[in-house]
């Protein structure tokens, strides 16, 4: 089972992508991957945030986009582009409403459901494709050299 954890790494001057196996563990090994692109690029700062927003992303694929079928793949990017950090994640699965999902309101407590409001919280803007299987997020940052 040597291509059941496929992983692959493609980075360039402003950008990382990542084409992996839908499991838990490709997913660390994305967050690993986040945090030295984000060293790299001197914005150790926005590991947080980033990783945050990642993880909830990647999860909801690999989770509720495959099912956890690791035959599947996920496309994970990050850009820097215009004074902005640029995440695209996506997966092979149906899709969901995300307009009927970001209409509802989660009681703090709860234990799932919560991607929204972490996404509304630690990025400048995000969208889905009309599918709902395709999430782009934005996130405004402080550096001159971009």
Not at 60 to 69: C, L, M, P, Q, Y
Not at 83 to 94: K, N, T, V
Not at 125 to 145: C, M, W
């Amino acid at each position: 089972m040597a291509g059941h954890c496929k992983f692959n790494v493609f980075k360039d001057v402003n950008s990382l992508e990542i084409f992996f196996r839908s499991t838990i563990e490709n997913i660390d090994k994305a967050d690993t991957e986040t945090r030295r692109f984000l060293n790299e690029m001197e914005l150790d700062c926005e590991s947080f945030a980033i990783c945050l927003l990642m993880r909830e992303g990647l999860n909801n694929a690999v989770k509720h986009g495959h099912f956890f079928d690791s035959d599947k793949m996920v496309r994970y990017s990050l850009k820097v582009r215009y004074q902005s950090l640029i995440m695209e994640i996506e997966d092979h699965g149906e899709g969901f409403d995300w307009r009927a999902m970001r209409k509802r309101q989660m009681p703090a407590d709860a234990e799932h459901g919560r991607g929204f409001a972490i996404m509304e919280q630690y990025s400048s803007e995000f969208r889905y494709n009309y599918k709902g299987n395709k999430l782009i997020l934005k996130k405004k940052i402080k550096k001159d050299d971009f």
